[in-house]
């Protein structure tokens, strides 16, 4: 069964490095989407992405925020300068179309130091 | 704006005891709500999707219902293996993206 993969599983950065979270939708989906989950709080939207550009932004999602899809497979978040407060889980996740179900990959575990 | 509101906070069953979780939402304009199972640390695995009051969707032994106000996770005989957080989530008609609720933990002893 197909299913979105992210890289890498668990992250640890300091205070005001880059990093680039890594996903890989399901082959036949054409919208993705990056979530966030700080310990013991909700899931929260971050932003979807359509046809090569962002379609929807969270208020969360700032300019230290971007996403890309460099290539026809991968669909990347980068944080530019981390926060302490970015520490979280961040999920990525794809549907085939706009109102579809949104199947989530298994998450990516960021610790800023 | 959608508000996502789920209860109760945490469950503990015992193995074969039935109950619910309920999600009550308000939206403009409900397009989805969503019912998806997180295991600890994991990312939301999908269960179900509803689409109108009145709708039913069922999978082994769950069961999930929707009204104009709410939707119920019906959990029948449950077992160990059920103990997870249970999230529900809606999609209003003016958004692509989520909003989800708090989840309920559910523990079901043996």
């Known amino acids: 069964e197909p299913e979105v993969t992210q890289t890498p599983s668990h992250q640890v950065t300091q205070m005001g490095q880059e990093v680039i979270l890594r996903c890989v939708p399901i082959?036949?989906?054409?919208?993705f989407y990056w979530y966030r989950q700080i310990l013991g709080q909700k899931v929260e939207f971050l932003v979807s992405?359509?046809?090569?550009?962002?379609?929807?932004k969270s208020e969360i999602f700032d300019d230290q925020f971007s996403v890309e899809r460099p290539d026809g497979s991968n669909f990347t978040l980068k944080i530019r300068s981390t926060k302490l407060e970015d520490s979280a889980m961040y999920f990525c996740a794809s549907s085939v179309g706009q109102i579809e179900t949104q199947y989530f990959g298994p998450g990516t575990r960021l610790l800023v130091l | 704006e959608d508000q996502v509101t789920q209860s109760p906070e945490a469950l503990r069953l015992q193995e074969g005891e039935s109950s619910s979780l309920n999600c009550s939402y308000t939206?403009?304009?409900?397009?989805?709500l969503f019912w998806y199972r997180q295991d600890p640390g994991k990312g939301p695995e999908f269960l179900f999707t509803?689409?109108?009051a009145g709708e039913e969707k069922e999978k082994e032994r769950l069961k999930a219902t929707l009204t104009k106000k709410e939707s119920f996770l019906h959990i029948t005989a449950p077992k160990p293996e059920d103990s997870a957080t249970y999230l529900c989530?809606?999609?209003?008609?003016?958004?692509?993206?989520?909003?989800f609720g708090p989840g309920t933990r559910l523990s079901v002893l043996p």
């Open positions: 992405f359509y046809n090569n550009e962002i379609s929807e």
């Open positions: 509803l689409y109108s």
């Open positions: 939206v403009s304009g409900l397009r989805g």
């Open positions: 082959s036949n989906h054409l919208y």
């Open positions: 989530a809606v999609r209003d008609n003016y958004g692509q993206n989520f909003v």
